[in-house]
């Protein structure tokens, strides 16, 4: 079983930066594939990025490629979402999740998930 806490959140004008933080109970960290997802009011759940387990690779929406990061601390239970250049368009709940599928994009394929962090992105 593992444990997922969110935090990092907020309310930022665009052009701004915010870093999420996610983290894990647990000693079996390291065996699981980590996730970000988000979803707008009356959108479905989006795809942000991925990160396999040792963080050696890592997968990003078109959306998000070239401003915002994905990283993960193995030691600290912690996975991070630096999120740079933000745009009124990323407003969204973001969740991180964990899974046992290396490199997914598919929410089905995540098994714990935490309770979400609220971004605003002010125009």
């Known amino acids: 079983q593992v444990q997922l806490v969110e935090s990092g959140g907020g309310l930022v004008p665009a052009g701004g930066s915010l870093r999420l933080s996610c983290a894990a109970s647990g000693r079996t960290f390291g065996n699981y594939a980590m996730g970000w997802f988000r979803q707008a009011p009356g959108k479905e759940r989006e795809f942000v990025a991925t990160i396999s387990r040792r963080g050696g690779s890592k997968i990003y929406a078109d959306s998000v490629k070239g401003r915002f990061t994905i990283s993960r601390d193995n030691v600290e239970r912690t996975v991070y979402l630096q999120m740079n250049s933000l745009k009124p368009e990323d407003t969204a709940v973001y969740s991180c999740?964990?899974?046992?599928?290396?490199?997914?994009?598919?929410?089905?394929?995540?098994?714990?998930w935490g309770q979400g962090s609220q971004v605003t992105v002010s125009s």
């Open positions: 999740a964990a899974g046992s599928v290396d490199m997914s994009r598919r929410p089905t394929d995540y098994d714990y």
